[in-house]
């Protein structure tokens, strides 16, 4: 159901984003990149788990902004074939899909499953599913 996926990623850094502290800066711009994405063979992007490295910062001739070579790990969501999660479908239209996830309750801390493990994002999860169900 959930995997944590190692992945190597190069990118470059605005300029105007080196005033902010460079973990930060690269945490936001791995986010806008994988979050909520699915990428082949290893499913629903769901969170940024953790950095492990930053390297570069090399500024290259006729660019003005340094490029990164990142390490990272991602909390991934695949289901197993044959998987089922419980949702009650409230509205569907053009924008997305609305729902009540039925398996899991939830808290001040985010949502708990039946089982009493903390989910992130499960909200996302559930209309994917019943997306890819319905389509």
Known sequence: MFYLSRLEHTFRVPPSL?????EEVVKGE?????LDK???KLGL???VYDIRS????????????????????????RPFEGEIIAAKLK???STGLRYVPLVCMCSSFGLVSERGA???????IVAWLLFILVK
């Open 91 to 93: 509205e569907s239209n």
């Open 38 to 40: 699915v990428i082949a």
């Open 45 to 47: 992007c769901v969170s």
């Open 118 to 124: 903390k989910i992130a994002f499960c909200g996302f």
């Open 54 to 77: 930053i390297k570069g910062g090399f500024i290259f001739p006729s660019d003005g902004a340094p490029t990164y070579t990142v390490v990272f790990r991602l909390i991934m969501f």
């Open 18 to 22: 080196l005033s902010l502290p460079c």
């Open 30 to 34: 791995l986010e806008k990149l994988f």
